[in-house]
């Protein structure tokens, strides 16, 4: 996983909570991405940043957001669940454009 | 936008028979990659193609990519119950490192 670390592993929410899945990294990479899957749907982009302080938006960054504030973390919040955000949640770190995943946060959003 | 096409969506094949799945680009690619997810698990990334018409190998596994650099396969021979998952096609986005356009996955399911 190269060092990827994300927690929790499953969650459920209400509709209208709020809540952050923490993403940490031990390999001080600058650049982080969360990505979202959904079945047929592929892994789709949510937010990505390439270093600290820095961030901007995937194609489907409506309903999240995030912050950098040091290298080795890059936590996602939901402000607000939605049942559309049911999803599974992964984030990666990039090593010479290279993907590396965490395992991945199972969200269910009643 | 640039997108990443990936067919088929599933295959079912009895172990032992031949697998293939396509990525198409509608634009040139500087470099694909390809990535599997067993289930229940996390994408792993199997391989990088740079080369116009590049062929790799790992072991049962033969990655391509095209003269054209928009298109690329990974085919499987004699394929066996591990093979099991979904297979992943993925270009950059843009010029900036790190961000990559997914395919949508082939699901491959092997029969024993």
């Known amino acids: 996983n190269a060092g990827v670390t994300q927690t929790p592993k499953f969650q459920v929410l209400k509709t209208g909570q709020s809540m952050t899945l923490q993403c940490a990294q031990d390999?001080?990479?600058?650049?982080m991405s969360w990505y979202r899957q959904d079945p047929g749907m592929g892994l789709r982009l949510i937010h990505y940043?390439?270093?600290?302080?820095?961030?901007d938006q995937g194609e489907v960054p409506n309903g999240y957001n995030v912050s950098r504030s040091t290298t080795e973390d890059f936590p996602l919040r939901l402000l607000s669940a939605a049942p559309s955000q049911t999803s599974v949640y992964f984030c990666?770190?990039?090593?010479?454009?290279?993907?590396?995943f965490g395992p991945g946060t199972r969200l269910t959003v009643l | 936008g640039q997108q990443v096409m990936q067919i088929p969506q599933y295959q079912h094949v009895q172990e032992g028979e031949d697998f293939t799945t396509y990525c198409n680009s509608s634009?040139?690619?500087?470099?694909i990659q390809w990535y599997k997810q067993r289930p229940g698990g996390h994408p792993v990334f199997l391989i990088q193609?740079?080369?116009?018409?590049e062929v790799k190998k790992q072991k049962r596994l033969t990655f391509q990519f095209g003269e054209a650099k928009k298109n690329s396969s990974l085919h499987i021979t004699a394929t066996q119950t591990t093979d099991v998952g979904t297979y992943f096609c993925?270009?950059?986005?843009?010029?900036?490192?790190?961000?990559?356009?997914f395919g949508r996955g082939t699901q491959l399911t092997v029969w024993p």
């Open positions: 990666a770190t990039t090593i010479l454009d290279t993907q590396y």
């Open positions: 390999m001080n990479h600058e650049y």
């Open positions: 193609l740079v080369k116009s018409g």
């Open positions: 993925a270009g950059p986005r843009g010029s900036t490192l790190g961000r990559l356009y």
């Open positions: 940043s390439v270093g600290a302080g820095i961030t």
């Open positions: 634009t040139t690619l500087s470099n």
